[in-house]
């Protein structure tokens, strides 16, 4: 038999456990929910653009095959596809004003 200390401490246990699945099933539910929205973002986009659905496919294709349009896409930037550095006549470039800014 568990000492009433001990025995609090296992009752503890037990609710917390409880506690722990409830909070796994919400964060589960909100996920969900979650993907769902973004999903509803995406054909609101896709909508928007007028695009037939026939020709949905074959726009995504070209999109990925293209490597600007991927990067874009992707949210990486190939280096080659990157802004060209100017360079002023003092020899400051593009680059070291944006530094200045942070």
């Known amino acids: 038999m568990p000492t009433p200390k001990r025995a609090r401490v296992q009752a503890e ?39 037939p659905l ?10 990925k095959n293209d490597p600007a349009l991927a990067a874009l896409t992707s949210g990486q930037v190939d280096p080659r596809l990157a802004a060209p550095q100017i360079i002023s006549d003092n020899g400051d470039t593009n680059a070291d004003k944006e530094d200045e800014t942070e």
């Open 13 to 51: 246990i037990k609710k917390r456990r409880a506690k722990i699945v409830e909070e796994q099933a919400r964060l589960k539910e909100l996920e969900a929910q979650d993907t769902e929205l973004e999903n509803m973002e995406i054909v609101d986009a896709v909508r928007g653009l007028g695009v």
């Open 54 to 63: 026939d020709n949905l496919g074959a726009i995504l294709q070209s999109i």
